[in-house]
């Protein structure tokens, strides 16, 4: 990945964060708590596709696991962000673009639904019954609900940003000046470059042979 693309990630993964612990988890609320970390991974995975979604999923997990209060253990929390990362890159729009809503909300909630249940699944293998006490299925319909109602105030902000950082001309490489990604679509197209160069050539020859006649010509004078 490059610098500006971890530096905006661990930017956001931060923030939410301070958020998630010191806000949303303060929130009281009936059932889940609403999951700004998992929307973070969400958004930035729709534009950095599902490798980047993967490794920010799991830096940003882990650091979910040993931040403060947390009560379960170490890693738990990274593997559920890293898988729900990966996936959530396989389903990235074109060009990392929201052309419609329900795509996103679509994953929105089946990210929730599934970050619950891989959670849960992982603490029944390691003897965490908690989610069974609280009551599955009202987790997973409370998760849906407050991940729905949250994800469109931040998941198309953060997209803008991490399109944005992106398109930063400074990351660009020096002398690039953009035009290497259009020629390369050019050359992949077949079309415009290659069609240039032939002319090009074409014109090349055409003056040869204007030169060669014109010599000729010369020659012919002389005598």
């Known amino acids: 990945m490059r610098f500006n693309r971890m530096l905006l990630s661990a930017t956001l993964v931060v923030v939410a964060l301070v958020i998630q612990v010191t806000v ?3 929130l009281q609320l009936p059932g889940a708590v609403p999951d700004l970390m998992l929307l973070v991974v969400l958004a930035l995975a729709f534009v950095y596709g ?3 979604g993967a490794l920010i999923g799991f830096f940003a997990g882990l650091l979910a696991d040993l931040a403060p209060p947390a009560d379960h253990a170490a890693g738990r929390y990274a593997l559920v962000l890293c898988v729900i990362g990966y996936l959530a890159g396989l389903a990235r729009p074109e ?3 929201i052309r419609s809503a329900l795509g996103p909300m679509a994953v929105v909630v089946g990210a929730a639904v599934g970050s619950t249940l891989l959670y849960a699944g ?3 293998l390691v003897g965490d019954t908690a989610a069974r006490h609280v009551g599955l299925v009202s987790l ?3 998760a849906a609900v407050y991940d729905l109602l949250l994800a469109p105030f931040t998941v198309p902000f953060i997209m803008w940003l991490a399109r944005r950082a992106d398109n930063d001309p400074l990351s660009e490489p020096q002398g690039s000046g953009g035009g290497g990604d259009v020629a390369a679509g050019w050359l992949a197209t077949g079309t ?3 069609i240039g160069s032939q002319r090009g050539g074409l014109r090349v020859k055409a003056a040869r042979n204007r030169a ?3 010599g ?3 020659g012919v004078k002389r005598l």
Do not use: D, E, M, P
Request: glycine share 16%; no cysteine; charged share 20%.
């Open 24 to 26: 949303l988890a303060r």
């Open 50 to 52: 599902h490798v980047g």
């Open 95 to 97: 060009n990392g673009q």
């Open 122 to 124: 992982v603490g029944a």
């Open 140 to 142: 997973l319909f409370t």
């Open 192 to 194: 415009g470059l290659r």
């Open 212 to 214: 060669a006649r014109a």
């Open 216 to 218: 000729r010509i010369k």
